[in-house]
């Protein structure tokens, strides 16, 4: 496997294909296999991606993006390599209730309810009844925590561009990338949604190209995305970068709190305290940076 001379690496986010009984939340693992027309899709895959340079391969530890990966992976006798940090974001509550309702997706809908909340910055919105994805914190952090797995799989190797293709879910895909990008576009997903009922069909495809806490958005389901987003996406990044480090920080303590250790419990305070103090400091200067570029540095 290569490695960019910059650090940076593609990642290329793959939606599985459509699977058993779809037509209610399903994110319980393992879940379903592929249907007939899913494995078709997999198939399809063959074709689509096997000149893209891929140098690894990733799933998630449900069966349909494994089955995806499957026919891929065996075209570049390439093994998949399994990571749970990629599953689903747990439905909670909303687990087995349908989909659609008549010709609207009002129960996608519900389930995304609280993801749609994280991707603003509002992280601490429950996602009701569930204790795998509780908040958008502890979805970051878990998948977030694969990709830097990843990322850490490139480092040391030899140079080049680094494409890995990462075999993930629908709503995991679409509320990390939102989540994570330095010009994530609402607008075109907002359209896809409208338009499909989906954040992102079938095999379809996320491509980010990046590190961990930097990465840029290249593509949205074939559709290219503007390296530069313009004034208010970059002031609305450096807002949400604001409002999130108390969030991640609190939960972090809260978390150690729950272990008892008084170690454990110290480490995180002085973590917390480090991240709101970046975040804080930073906040201003890339505001100020973000109105200078944007005006062509003429103030």
Same mark, same amino acid.
């Given at each position: 496997?290569?490695?960019?001379?910059?650090?940076?690496?593609?990642?290329? %986010?793959?939606?599985?294909?459509?699977?058993?009984?779809?037509?209610?939340?399903?994110?319980?693992v393992p879940g379903p296999d592929l249907t007939d027309t899913g494995e078709q899709q997999?198939?399809?895959?063959?074709?689509?991606?096997?000149?893209?340079?891929?140098?690894?391969?990733?799933?998630?530890?449900?069966?349909?993006?494994?089955?995806?990966?499957?026919?891929?992976?065996?075209?570049?006798?390439?093994?998949?390599?399994?990571?749970?940090?990629?599953?689903?974001?747990?439905?909670?509550?909303?687990?087995?209730?349908?989909?659609?309702?008549?010709?609207?997706?009002?129960?996608?809908?519900?389930?995304?309810?609280?993801?749609?909340?994280?991707?603003?910055?509002?992280?601490?919105?429950?996602?009701?009844?569930?204790?795998?994805?509780?908040?958008?914190?502890?979805?970051?952090?878990?998948?977030?925590?694969?990709?830097?797995?990843?990322?850490?799989?490139?480092?040391?190797?030899?140079?080049?561009?680094?494409?890995?293709?990462? %075999?993930?879910?629908?709503?995991?895909?679409?509320?990390?990338?939102?989540?994570?990008?330095?010009?994530?576009?609402?607008?075109?997903?907002?359209?896809? %949604?409208?338009?499909?009922?989906?954040?992102?069909?079938?095999?379809?495809?996320?491509?980010?190209?990046?590190?961990?806490?930097?990465?840029?958005?290249?593509?949205?389901?074939?559709?290219?995305?503007?390296?530069d987003p313009g004034l208010p996406t970059e002031l609305f990044v450096d807002f949400r970068?604001?409002?999130?480090?108390?969030?991640?920080?609190?939960?972090?303590?809260?978390?150690?709190?729950?272990?008892?250790?008084?170690?454990?419990?110290?480490?995180?305070?002085?973590?917390?305290?480090?991240?709101?103090?970046?975040?804080?400091?930073?906040?201003?200067?890339?505001?100020?940076?973000?109105?200078?570029?944007?005006?062509?540095?003429?103030?």
């Amino acid at each position: 496997m290569a490695r960019a001379d910059d650090g940076s690496i593609v990642l290329d %986010f793959v939606r599985h294909g459509e699977s058993g009984d779809m037509s209610v939340v399903n994110t319980m693992v393992p879940g379903p296999d592929l249907t007939d027309t899913g494995e078709q899709q997999a198939q399809a895959l063959v074709n689509a991606m096997s000149g893209n340079g891929i140098d690894d391969i990733y799933a998630s530890t449900m069966i349909r993006s494994q089955e995806t990966a499957a026919p891929l992976a065996e075209a570049l006798h390439l093994p998949i390599n399994v990571l749970s940090g990629l599953n689903e974001i747990d439905a909670g509550i909303f687990e087995g209730i349908p989909v659609n309702v008549g010709d609207l997706p009002l129960g996608g809908a519900l389930y995304l309810l609280a993801p749609l909340a994280w991707t603003l910055g509002l992280d601490f919105v429950p996602q009701l009844g569930s204790t795998v994805d509780p908040n958008g914190v502890a979805f970051d952090e878990s998948f977030s925590g694969a990709v830097q797995s990843i990322y850490d799989g490139t480092v040391g190797t030899e140079a080049g561009t680094v494409t890995d293709a990462v %075999f993930s879910h629908e709503g995991a895909i679409a509320i990390w990338t939102l989540m994570n990008v330095n010009n994530p576009d609402f607008a075109l997903v907002l359209q896809e %949604f409208l338009n499909t009922g989906e954040l992102l069909p079938y095999t379809g495809q996320v491509v980010v190209d990046g590190s961990p806490g930097d990465w840029t958005l290249v593509s949205w389901d074939g559709t290219p995305v503007p390296q530069d987003p313009g004034l208010p996406t970059e002031l609305f990044v450096d807002f949400r970068d604001l409002i999130t480090a108390p969030q991640f920080a609190s939960y972090d303590i809260y978390e150690a709190l729950l272990t008892g250790n008084s170690a454990t419990i110290e480490t995180a305070i002085q973590a917390g305290v480090s991240q709101i103090d970046t975040a804080l400091t930073q906040f201003p200067i890339a505001v100020f940076d973000d109105i200078v570029s944007a005006f062509g540095g003429a103030i």
